[in-house]
């Protein structure tokens, strides 16, 4: 049997340790903190074309609904040009390892802003979840412009898990950094593979274009895990939640009529749900 990929090295920080150097610089990279063996399936797994040609959306969007399917997306703007696969917790993971050490970086994150460990990872009367992020930008065109992150009351911890990194899949551009007024810091030139960066999200960041000199160069992949709050079904118009019970109504009959031709025993029916034409209440 092959033994489980180890995903964070004794260089992590804790807690405590994350919060301090937050607070005191703004952003902290640890090198050798994510083991080389697991950044090296990462890189197996998403540094493949064919893993980005199912997008669904030309938008990068926001607006998430609790029970979206996991989903690729793909814009290119002036203001970025990148993929990006979301991977929500109640799905089936898109790549197991990468949701394991990015659920297990959101943990430390979380005992680092002084919330519970498992703030984040469970349904709550809030809907602030988090779900995986893992975007590719590409050769010669990938980039984001500069902008800062937050939302409501929860302030931002961000992190950034390089799986390319700069130097060997491209040469310029990458991810970028302003702590205030302060120089722009070239955040991707001093991570080397094993590395992740924590950074305050109210300062600006971004991502400057990805320049690689040979064919053989992938471009910039990472990946993240990001916390936001949810769109619940009470947020949706009374008119889109009639057509929503409609569409499952019909769904059920046109499977039940499929079982009845194929010879299959109909399902028991659901006196509670498919007795009558679905009434919103």
């Known amino acids: 049997m092959r033994a489980e990929i180890p995903l964070l090295t004794k260089n992590f920080p804790d807690s405590a340790q994350l919060k301090a150097d937050i607070e005191k610089h703004g952003y902290v990279i640890y090198k050798d903190a994510v083991s080389l063996d697991c950044i090296a399936e990462m890189r197996r797994f998403w540094v493949d074309e064919y893993k980005w040609g199912n997008v669904v959306s030309k938008g990068v969007r926001g607006d998430l609904h ?15 040009c990148l993929y990006r696969h979301f991977d929500f917790l109640w799905n089936s993971p898109h790549h197991e390892l990468t949701r394991r050490v990015g659920v297990e970086i959101h943990k430390m994150r979380n005992l680092s802003q002084g919330f519970a460990v498992d703030y984040g990872l469970n349904y709550s009367p ?22 800062i992150d937050g939302h409501k009351s929860t302030p931002i911890l961000q992190y950034m898990l390089p799986i390319t990194h ?116």
């Open 66 to 80: 609790l029970g979206e399917p996991n989903f690729l997306t793909h814009t290119d703007s002036d203001y970025w």
């Open 126 to 147: 809030d809907k602030y979840s988090m779900y995986m992020s893992t975007s590719w930008y590409e050769a010669n065109k990938g980039h984001m412009e500069g902008h």
């Open 166 to 281: 700069k130097g060997i899949d491209f040469d310029g551009g990458g991810l970028w950094l302003k702590i205030g007024d302060g120089p722009k810091i070239d955040v991707d030139a001093l991570m080397p593979p094993g590395s992740v960066v924590f950074f305050d999200a109210r300062n600006m960041h971004g991502v400057d274009k990805i320049t690689c000199s040979s064919p053989s160069m992938v471009g910039r992949v990472a990946t993240f895990a990001i916390p936001t709050f949810f769109r619940g079904t009470d947020e949706f118009p009374q008119a889109l939640r009639q057509i929503e019970a409609t569409y499952f109504w019909f769904a059920r009959k046109v499977d039940q009529i499929r079982n009845l031709l194929s010879g299959q025993k109909s399902p028991q029916k659901n006196q509670a749900s498919d007795e009558a034409y679905p009434k919103q209440k």
